[in-house]
């Protein structure tokens, strides 16, 4: 393609986590150059990259010197302030587009969205008030997940109401409020999937195969290949993400994560406009991982199919779980990475190995 970038351009990342780090490693080996906006000095991702620019993410310095020294600008989490995004796509590409931002940081507009492309979701409802969200209880029979509109993640900001269990309505609000939030009706799943896919500047669409995901404490511990489902769900998981990748106009890798019913349906849970914590295992288990697909798909190169050679499993090393890193390295089979976090604080993702199982089946 002849308006690709070329070996030596600089792809601009904005976050130095961990998936900023694996991006930075896999734009190297095709020759790029990377650089950093990230406030906290000697980030994750800089250890690995050519620069950092040290700012916060809606500098608007420092967002024109990320625009005047890059060539294309993606991102690695999806609360990159919008305006940010807007201002810097006057002056350079961002990829994946802003509007994927928008959609993505709000779970209100993201349901809404998701429903309008086709992509089902659990049920619904806005909530500002007590008494909405007691309606909304009441409509949703009692049970429903009330979640905080913007900045959730791994299972923060929630709460869980059961029909078998009582819960101070009043007080889970107070506690809650504030903020907009949503109630979302329980969904009974028989077990959660994600699906990493992508597509190209050109319009060429991607995928791997389906993930099966377990989480504890709210997030991610496990990611397993192949997914305990038929071959009819993970192609619906599939054509699911592709809506949605075109819906958005979109260029990279996505992440959607799945709840499988016990009658074999999909409802999506949450997409993420980046690469995504349950497809780390893609770099063991695959010629091709979703960072560098993700490279390949900002930097205007041709995608690879998706194929994987290996079962897996994906095992995230929250904490003090990093203490079993030497252990891992000891054991065949086993691809360990490290995230150069130096302090191992609970609940913080330290890095991640995955080990293969046998040939893909
Ligand atoms: P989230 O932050 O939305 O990804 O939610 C974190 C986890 O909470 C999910 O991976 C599920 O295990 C669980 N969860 C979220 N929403 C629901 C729901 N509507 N019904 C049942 N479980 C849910």
Same mark, same amino acid.
């Given at each position: 393609?002849?308006?690709?970038?070329?070996?030596?351009?600089?792809?601009?990342?904005?976050?130095?986590?961990?998936?900023?780090?694996?991006?930075?490693?896999?734009?190297?080996?095709?020759?790029?150059?990377?650089?950093?906006?990230?406030?906290?000095?000697?980030?994750?991702?800089?250890?690995?990259?050519?620069?950092?620019?040290?700012?916060?993410?809606?500098?608007?310095?420092?967002?024109?010197?990320?625009?005047?020294?890059?060539?294309?600008?993606?991102?690695?989490?999806?609360?990159?302030?919008?305006?940010?995004?807007?201002?810097?796509?006057?002056?350079?590409?961002?990829?994946?587009?802003?509007?994927?931002?928008?959609?993505?940081?709000?779970?209100?507009?993201?349901?809404?969205?998701?429903?309008?492309?086709?992509?089902?979701?659990?049920?619904?409802? @806005?909530?500002? #008030?007590?008494?909405?969200? =007691?309606? +909304? *209880? %009441?409509?949703? /029979?009692?049970? &429903? !997940?009330?979640?905080?509109?913007?900045?959730?993640?791994?299972?923060?900001?929630?709460?869980?109401?059961?029909?078998?269990?009582?819960?101070?309505?009043?007080?889970?609000?107070?506690?809650?409020?504030?903020?907009?939030?949503?109630?979302?009706?329980?969904?009974?799943?028989?077990?959660?999937?994600?699906?990493?896919?992508?597509?190209?500047?050109?319009?060429?669409?991607?995928?791997?195969?389906?993930?099966?995901?377990?989480?504890?404490?709210?997030?991610?511990?496990?990611?397993?290949?192949?997914?305990?489902?038929?071959?009819?769900?993970?192609?619906? @998981?599939?054509? #699911?993400?592709?809506?949605? =990748?075109? +819906? *958005? %106009?979109?260029? /990279?890798?996505? &992440? !959607?994560?799945?709840?499988?019913?016990?009658?074999?349906?999909?409802?999506?849970?949450?997409?993420?406009?980046?690469?995504?914590?349950?497809?780390?295992?893609?770099?063991?288990?695959?010629?091709?991982?979703?960072?560098?697909?993700?490279?390949?798909?900002?930097?205007?190169?041709?995608?690879?199919?998706?194929?994987?050679?290996?079962?897996?499993?994906?095992?995230?090393?929250?904490?003090?779980?990093?203490?079993?890193?030497?252990?891992?390295?000891?054991?065949?089979?086993?691809?360990?990475?490290?995230?150069?976090?130096?302090?191992?604080?609970?609940?913080?993702?330290?890095?991640?190995?995955?080990? =293969?199982?046998?040939?893909?089946?």
């Amino acid at each position: 393609m002849s308006d690709s970038l070329k070996a030596g351009q600089t792809i601009g990342i904005i976050g130095g986590g961990q998936l900023g780090r694996m991006l930075a490693m896999a734009a190297a080996r095709l020759g790029y150059r990377t650089l950093i906006l990230e406030p906290q000095s000697d980030c994750p991702a800089a250890q690995v990259a050519d620069g950092q620019i040290v700012a916060a993410y809606d500098d608007a310095a420092a967002l024109a010197e990320l625009a005047a020294r890059c060539a294309v600008v993606t991102y690695e989490f999806e609360n990159v302030p919008v305006a940010a995004a807007h201002m810097l796509a006057e002056r350079v590409p961002v990829l994946p587009p802003p509007r994927a931002l928008e959609v993505s940081q709000d779970r209100l507009v993201e349901k809404t969205f998701l429903n309008g492309a086709g992509a089902h979701t659990a049920p619904f409802r @806005a909530v500002g #008030s007590e008494p909405e969200l =007691l309606a +909304a *209880l %009441d409509a949703f /029979g009692g049970e &429903g !997940v009330l979640k905080t509109r913007r900045l959730g993640y791994d299972g923060k900001g929630q709460h869980v109401f059961r029909k078998d269990a009582s819960s101070d309505q009043a007080a889970v609000f107070a506690a809650m409020g504030g903020v907009p939030l949503i109630l979302e009706g329980f969904v009974a799943f028989e077990h959660e999937i994600s699906i990493i896919a992508a597509r190209g500047a050109d319009g060429a669409l991607a995928a791997y195969d389906p993930a099966q995901n377990v989480h504890r404490n709210g997030i991610l511990h496990t990611s397993t290949l192949p997914a305990a489902i038929t071959p009819e769900t993970a192609d619906a @998981a599939k054509r #699911s993400a592709f809506a949605i =990748l075109e +819906a *958005l %106009d979109y260029v /990279g890798v996505i &992440g !959607v994560e799945f709840f499988v019913l016990p009658d074999t349906s999909l409802l999506v849970n949450e997409i993420a406009p980046r690469v995504h914590n349950s497809g780390h295992w893609t770099e063991a288990a695959c010629l091709i991982s979703q960072f560098e697909q993700h490279i390949r798909a900002v930097a205007g190169l041709p995608l690879e199919g998706g194929r994987r050679h290996s079962n897996c499993v994906m095992e995230n090393l929250i904490g003090d779980d990093v203490l079993r890193a030497e252990a891992l390295l000891a054991e065949p089979n086993v691809l360990l990475h490290l995230y150069g976090k130096s302090e191992a604080r609970p609940g913080r993702k330290m890095g991640h190995f995955t080990r =293969l199982t046998g040939p893909a089946s």
